[in-house]
C-alpha cells in the first residue's frame, strides 16, 4: 500500500521533515541518491534543469555521477537557482562538471541518458515557450528520460498537462501524488518508483492498492459447500434496442468467475431466446416487456429478486418511465448490496433518488450528469470531488478511468492496473460483473469494490499481452479473469 498526497501535503510533509529531522540540503542529496540507485546510469548523462529545487536536485545527482566516474553534464533552462539548488549547482562547478545553458539549439542525441530536472510536483499553470520546446526536443530525442519526482510538465494533482516530458523511469520522492496516477500520466510515465527518503507525511492521504493489500482476499471454498453458500447475484437489464445477449452473457460468466455461486439474469422476455445461445451455466427469469422494454409489475420484479443476495442494475436499459419505476422500486423496498451502472446511473442522474450503501460505477461523463459538474472541472479535481459526492449520499463510488478511483467518502483508495487495450466496448460491464460476482459472497465494502477494479485490470493486462492493445475486446479481459484472480485465493 502506497500513500496518495496533494503537492500541498507533500510540501508541508517536507517543511516539517527540514524542521524536525535533517536540513534541507541534506534532504536534497537524499533524494539523489534515491534517482541514483533506482536506475542503472552508464555512458554519458545530460541533466537537464529548470530554477527551483528540483533542479537542485539535479545538480546534487550530478556531483554523485561524477564521484561514480559517469561522465555527466548539465544543461540550464536558465541561470536562476533557489538557494539550496545554488548549493549544490556551486559544488558542480568546483568539480568542474560541464555546464551549457539552452539557448534553443542542442544536440540532445549525443548523451545516453537524459534527466528531467525541469519542474517538480509545485509545477502550475502555463510554463515559458522556450521550457515548452526544451521538453518537446527531449521526447523527439527518443533517448532514456529519467524524471526526477514527477514528470516536467504534469500536474502532480491531476496528471493533466500540455507539455510534458514522457519518461523511461519517473522517480517519485517520499510520496507518490494522484499526477503520477490519474488523467495524462500513464502515457507519459514507462516506469514509477517511489523512493523513501525518510519525509514524514503529516496530513490526509489516499492509497494505492496493489498486490500485497490483496494477497489471500479470496477465501478458499470449502468441500463442506454448496452454490447457495456463495451467494445468488441478479444482474437485472437489457432492452430490444440494446440486448447486447453477448454482453450479459460476459457479465453472467463474469460473475461467476469472481466466486458468486448462482448468477441470474433477469431480462424482458423478448431477448431470452438470443440469450440461451451464450448464457450455460447461468439461469434466465424473464420479465414482461412492451416492444422489448420491461414492463413494471412489482410483483413480478419481487419474484426475479426473491434469494437474490446483491444486484446489479442498468446494463443494457434506455431511459423510459418503466425502468425509472423499477430502479425506483427496488431502491425503495430492498437492502441487499445494489450495483447501479450504466443507464442505472443515467435514471439516477435525472431522479436524485439515490439511498444511502448504494455502490455507483461511473464513467467520467456518467459522474458528470450525477453531479452537475463539467468534465473538465472534474477532471482538475477528481479525488475531491468524488470524495465529496460519496460522503454527501453515503454510498461508494467507483470512477472509473486511466487509474480507478474508488471511496467511501471517507477513504480514498485508488487502484492503477490495466491497459490501453481496455478503452473498448463492455470492459466496464466485464468490471460490474466482477464486482456483483464478489459481493454475492463478499462484505459489500469500499476494500471489495476496489478488489474488482483491480482484477479488472489486471484481467486487461494479460490479455493485452495474448492479444495487442489494438486487437483486444472486452471478452478478451473476461476470458483471462480466472488466470488473474487465482493467486488472490486463500491456500
Not at 533524494?31 to 546510469?41: G, I, K, L, R
Not at 429478486?305 to 446483491?310: D, N, R, S, W
Not at 435525472?350 to 455502490?359: G, V
Amino acid at each position: 500500500m502506497q500513500q496518495v498526497v496533494t503537492k500541498e501535503v507533500m510540501k508541508n510533509s517536507d517543511k516539517y521533515t527540514i524542521e524536525h529531522k535533517c536540513s534541507s540540503i541534506e534532504l536534497m542529496n537524499k533524494a539523489a541518491e534515491a534517482v541514483m540507485n533506482s536506475y542503472p546510469f552508464k555512458g554519458k548523462v545530460l541533466i537537464v534543469t529548470g530554477t527551483g529545487n528540483n533542479a537542485g536536485d539535479g545538480y546534487a545527482l550530478a556531483l554523485l555521477l561524477n564521484k561514480a566516474h559517469i561522465e555527466v553534464n548539465i544543461l540550464q533552462t536558465k541561470a536562476e537557482y533557489s538557494n539550496d539548488g545554488k548549493y549544490y549547482y556551486d559544488l558542480c562547478q568546483k568539480n568542474n562538471i560541464k555546464t551549457f545553458l539552452y539557448n534553443g539549439t542542442f544536440n540532445f542525441k549525443n548523451y545516453d541518458v537524459l534527466v528531467d530536472a525541469i519542474y517538480g510536483i509545485g509545477f502550475h499553470g502555463e510554463m515559458p515557450e522556450e521550457n515548452s520546446n526544451i521538453i518537446n526536443r527531449m521526447n523527439e530525442s527518443h533517448i532514456p528520460i529519467v524524471s526526477i519526482d514527477i514528470n516536467s510538465g504534469l500536474d502532480a494533482d491531476n496528471g493533466l498537462a500540455k507539455t510534458c516530458i514522457h519518461s523511461t523511469l519517473t522517480v517519485s520522492i517520499g510520496a507518490l501524488n494522484p499526477g503520477h496516477l490519474l488523467n495524462m500520466a500513464k502515457d507519459n510515465i514507462d516506469k514509477l518508483v517511489n523512493q523513501n527518503i525518510g519525509i514524514d507525511i503529516v496530513d490526509e492521504h489516499y492509497y494505492l492498492l496493489e498486490h500485497e493489500e490483496f494477497k489471500e482476499f479470496l477465501p478458499k471454498r470449502k468441500n463442506f459447500s454448496h452454490k447457495g453458500t456463495y451467494g445468488l447475484v441478479g444482474i437485472l437489464g437489457g432492452s430490444l434496442k440494446y440486448s447486447g445477449s453477448v454482453k450479459l452473457a460476459s457479465l453472467s460468466l463474469s460473475a461467476l468467475t469472481s466466486g458468486a455461486g448462482v448468477s441470474r439474469l433477469i431480462v424482458p422476455n423478448t431477448i431470452t431466446k438470443s440469450l440461451l445461445l451464450y448464457v450455460l451455466e447461468s439461469t434466465i427469469f424473464p420479465i414482461d416487456d412492451d416492444k422489448g422494454q420491461m414492463v413494471f409489475n412489482p410483483k413480478e420484479i419481487d419474484k426475479a429478486l426473491e434469494k437474490v443476495t446483491a444486484l446489479l442494475i442498468g446494463i443494457g436499459w434506455d431511459q423510459n418511465p418503466n425502468n425509472e419505476k423499477i430502479l425506483t422500486y427496488i431502491l425503495e423496498n430492498y437492502n441487499f448490496p445494489i450495483v447501479i451502472d450504466a443507464d442505472g446511473l443515467n435514471i439516477l442522474s435525472k431522479t436524485k433518488n439515490i439511498r444511502p450503501n448504494l455502490i455507483l460505477t461511473p464513467h467520467l461523463k456518467e459522474f458528470s450528469r450525477l453531479t452537475g459538474i463539467e468534465i473538465d472541472t472534474i477532471s482538475k479535481d477528481p479525488i475531491t470531488i468524488a470524495k465529496t459526492y460519496a460522503k454527501e449520499h453515503k454510498i461508494i463510488l467507483l470512477l472509473k478511468g486511466p487509474s480507478t478511483i474508488i471511496t467511501d467518502g471517507n477513504t480514498v483508495y485508488l487502484i492503477n492496473t490495466g491497459c490501453s487495450g481496455m478503452a473498448t466496448a463492455g470492459s466496464g460491464d466485464v468490471l460490474s460483473g466482477i464486482l456483483i460476482g464478489l459481493l454475492g459472497y463478499k462484505t459489500p465494502d469500499i476494500k471489495t469494490v476496489a478488489f474488482a477494479a483491480y482484477i479488472n485490470g489486471l484481467a486487461g493486462e494479460l490479455a493485452e499481452k495474448q492479444k495487442s492493445s489494438v486487437s483486444m475486446l472486452a471478452r478478451d479481459t473476461a476470458s483471462c479473469l480466472a488466470k488473474a484472480i487465482k493467486p488472490y485465493i486463500q491456500k
